[in-house]
């Protein structure tokens, strides 16, 4: 069983930045692929960026050029830089973790408003 957290989100104004953590515990860390996905109310859940085991990532279109997925081994844990936020990048982010199942944690808040 994986389980993972969330941290970092915030309130931050439009053109700001913030950099989400989600640490992991209870699984072999390295061999996982990492994504962050978020959620609007009233809205399914929408993939937003992936780091698979060996660095390769992917991101939505409206997340290239503004966000960076990247881990850290090491320390169990992955990343979400996020920079130029928007309005429209308001949702709660949630870290995944992908082998043979899929493992979400609890969610964090982004709020990018004026």
């Known amino acids: 069983q994986v389980h993972l957290v969330e941290s970092g989100g915030g309130l ?22 990492m994504a962050w996905h978020r959620q609007t109310p009233g809205k399914q859940r ?31 844990t992955v990343y979400l830089q996020m920079i130029s936020l928007k309005p429209e990048d308001t949702a ?3 870290c995944a973790a992908h082998d043979s199942m899929t493992y979400w944690g609890q969610g964090t808040q982004v709020s990018v408003s004026s």
């Not at 931050?12 to 692929?33: D, M, W």
């Not at 290239?64 to 990247?70: D, E, M, N, V």
């Open 12 to 33: 931050v104004q439009p053109g700001g930045s913030l950099r989400l953590s989600c640490a992991a515990s209870g699984g072999i860390f390295s061999i996982y692929a």
């Open 46 to 76: 929408e993939f937003v960026a992936v780091i698979t085991s060996g660095g390769i990532t992917n991101y939505v279109d409206s997340a290239k050029g503004r966000f960076t997925i990247s881990r850290d081994n090491a320390k169990n």
């Open 92 to 94: 709660v982010y949630y």
